[in-house]
């Protein structure tokens, strides 16, 4: 039986399913609770197959299968594939779940599941807001995960399990998901980590994704993503806030210059280790950091990769402000959506009007620390250091 969870652990990861605990308990009765007045749009439904893949708490099988079960009946309508054999455990559990919803309306059972992914979302202490429909084309893995709700667009890293860091493809579709954020109808959008880390930078995988053109090649396309990239945060036109969840690392710490606001729980940490790791500032912190908190300040992170504690990086001007971990999100959400209350075009032409005065400067530094960084990733000490990481020998 002990295969058989396993195996059914990994439909968590599927997307299908979801979870509310109290409903396990009176799973009859709360599959026709729904009234006609109640009913879940397909947008409601689509935002709440994207939440549950950011549920810290697994269900439990019976649970994951009751969310099969409704995520079908919901999609293809009453369950019309073949019974399993006996001896297809998994298929024939996930079947007979289906099986037992008989001719539940199709809007009934996404009613259902939306339902049951809230009440999950609220029992799980997720450190994610409960959002329900984006209208919005989601990024092409669920890597990153972004919704929309009370006029706030969150953007979440989901790969708590490698502490987020940053993925080419990650890169990408943060830059997708700005784009899309910078012209959708919410006032404000947030960056934020699932898990227990904020985001541990640059994926160091990424630098063995060798193209045929060799090392030269991967350099002036790396070089040429990060400059994309951060143009994409210089030029972003509403306020952009970052919810630091945990530690940052790296390219998540130096683009917090180019944040409005920086909240942080106080068990966060703030670590810029390039001369570690052979390579040299980016994200504009070799002009943001030294004007926001002076150069021999700036100069310990970036030059000799100091770890700055929430408090201190609050000092420093790095960070807005700091809440306690235990209501952490709860202070913070509170707080944001209040703000997004606020008339979304004023703080759109107040945020500009701020960084107007500096893009152009901005989009300068991106470009020469974007050069300087070509280089340094072909450098011995670089690729020394990145070989040393990946071969398990260090960690910082
Ligand atoms: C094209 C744009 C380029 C922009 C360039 C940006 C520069 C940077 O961002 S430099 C910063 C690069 N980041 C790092 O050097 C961090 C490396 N990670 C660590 O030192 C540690 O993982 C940690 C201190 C962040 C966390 O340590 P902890 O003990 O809590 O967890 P781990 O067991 O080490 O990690 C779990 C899991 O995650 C993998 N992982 C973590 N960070 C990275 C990363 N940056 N790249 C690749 N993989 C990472 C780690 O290897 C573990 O994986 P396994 O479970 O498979 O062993």
């Not at 329900?132 to 708590?160: C, E, F, H």
């Not at 396309?221 to 969840?245: H, M, Q, W, Y």
């Not at 011995?380 to 020998?393: G, H, I, R």
Request: glycine share 6%; with cysteine.
């Amino acid at each position: 039986m002990a295969g058989v969870a396993g195996r059914l652990g990994r439909l968590w990861c599927s997307g299908a399913l979801s979870s509310p605990l109290q409903v396990t308990r009176f799973p009859a009765l709360q599959l026709h609770l729904c009234g006609p007045a109640m009913r879940a749009s397909q947008k409601d439904f689509e935002n709440a197959t994207n939440q549950v893949k950011l549920l810290k708490k697994d269900p439990g099988n019976e649970v994951k299968l009751k969310l099969y079960a409704l995520y079908k009946q919901a999609t293809e309508g009453p369950c019309n594939v073949p019974k399993p054999g006996v001896l297809d455990f998994i298929n024939k559990a996930k079947w007979d779940a289906w099986n037992a919803l008989g001719s539940l309306p199709k809007e009934t059972a996404r009613h259902n599941y939306v339902d049951l992914v809230a009440s999950l979302s609220a029992s799980s202490e997720s450190s994610i807001q409960v959002t329900p429909a984006a209208d919005r084309k989601q990024p092409g893995s669920d890597a990153l995960v972004v919704t929309s709700q009370d006029g706030i667009t969150t953007i979440t890293l989901n790969r708590p399990d490698k502490k987020n860091a940053l993925t080419t493809q990650m890169y990408h579709d943060i830059m997708l998901a700005l784009e899309a954020a910078g012209k959708d109808d919410s006032a404000i959008t947030v960056l934020t980590g699932n898990g227990d880390h904020y985001c541990s930078g640059n994926d160091l995988t990424n630098f063995t994704d060798i193209p045929p053109g060799g090392v030269e090649e991967k350099a002036r396309s790396g070089a040429v993503l990060l400059r994309d990239f951060v143009d994409c945060f210089i030029d972003f036109p509403k306020p952009l806030v970052a919810v630091v969840n945990g530690p940052a690392v790296g390219i998540s710490v130096t683009i917090l210059g180019l944040f409005d606001i920086v909240y942080a729980t106080d068990r966060a940490t703030f670590h810029t280790p390039f001369s570690h790791l052979g390579q040299s500032p980016e994200g504009c912190s070799s002009y943001t950091f030294p004007k926001m908190m002076g150069p021999s300040k700036a100069t310990e992170m970036l030059v000799f990769g100091k770890k700055l504690t929430a408090r201190e990086a609050c000092t420093q001007g790095l960070v807005t402000e700091v809440f306690p971990d235990s209501t952490f999100q709860k202070e913070v959400w509170v707080r944001l959506k209040a703000y997004s209350k606020l008339p979304p075009n004023a703080m759109r032409i107040s945020k500009q009007v701020i960084r107007n005065t500096e893009k152009e400067k901005l989009h300068a530094v991106n470009a020469e620390e974007s050069n300087i960084l070509r280089e340094r990733w072909l450098s011995d000490e670089c690729m020394n250091a990145v070989v040393s990481f990946l071969s398990k020998k260090a960690k910082l």
